[in-house]
């Protein structure tokens, strides 16, 4: 069964989270390669494990320190990927609870803390192991970052008014976060974007350039959103003015 992100939201009332630049992570830790999700710093995910080496993984984990490394696979079907199979800059979690299912999966609900980047290999099974190292991010201060702060929340909060997706109260916590790199995460995180494009603004430490291409992609969703907002809207029109000839 996949190993994949189910929900994307932040942090539950009494989860605090780490900043990236508080974190420092042991120099090696565990590995769970994902299929199809990218996860960010500063999200809570409920992750669905099926597999053997992830359930072994867990049951290690979950009666130590709690923490692992996840790293997306650059090939989702692969059932049983090799280290290399998965891409080497992933993000640093902590499991907050644990659910076993009848069916004998598991369902792990992490928080997700820091960027790092994967070094070399130093056990293969049951599960991997690998150095990391922290990715902090790069903090570029000026006007140029302040406006695309402005602009990323103005733009998210459109995409919530729009989106049967996401919750209205996504627009309370866009507004609560202060951090541009946090809210640069959180934007990814919740965007309606393909995995190769979340990988990369999780491989971007660089802040305003994470910003300006999160800019990018709302910008064309909400393109969308309005197109298919007008389409609905055009559709009601024309059957309520066939129900009125009738």
């Given amino acids: 069964m996949p190993d994949e992100v189910k929900i994307q939201k932040p942090p539950p009332q009494g989860a605090e989270p780490r900043p990236e630049g508080e974190f420092a ?10 299929r199809d999700a990218v996860l960010f710093p500063g999200i809570v995910h409920p992750l669905t ?30 059932d049983d990927p090799l280290f290399d199979d998965v891409h080497h800059v992933g993000c640093a979690v ?5 659910i ?4 004998g ?25 690998a150095g990391v190292a922290l990715m902090a991010d790069q903090v570029e201060e000026g006007t140029e970052l302040q406006a695309l702060v402005v ?11 729009l989106s049967p997706r996401l919750p209205q109260e996504a627009a309370a916590v866009v507004t609560s976060i202060e951090s541009p790199g946090q809210l640069a995460d959180f934007i990814a995180a919740n965007l309606n974007i393909s995995i ?15 910003l300006r291409k999160t800019t990018e992609f709302m910008q064309r969703e909400i393109n969308v959103l309005e197109l298919a907002s007008k389409i609905q809207s055009d559709a009601r029109g024309r059957i309520e003015d066939t129900q009125r000839e009738y």
């Fill in 25 to 34: 992570p042991p120099p090696v830790l565990p590995l769970m390669p994902l």
């Fill in 49 to 78: 494990v099926g597999r053997p080496k992830s359930l072994a993984l867990v049951q290690d984990v979950a009666i130590a320190d709690r923490l692992f490394v996840v790293a997306t696979q650059k090939d989702s079907t692969a």
């Fill in 94 to 98: 902590r499991i907050l609870k644990l």
């Fill in 100 to 103: 076993r299912l009848p069916d």
């Fill in 105 to 129: 999966n598991q369902t792990v609900i992490v928080q997700a803390l820091a960027r790092v980047r994967l070094g070399t290999a130093v056990q293969t099974t049951p599960y991997f192991k």
């Fill in 151 to 161: 602009s990323a929340r103005q733009l998210i909060v459109r995409i919530i008014e």
């Fill in 196 to 210: 190769p494009e979340k990988q990369a603004l999780l491989e971007e430490p660089r802040i305003t350039r994470r």
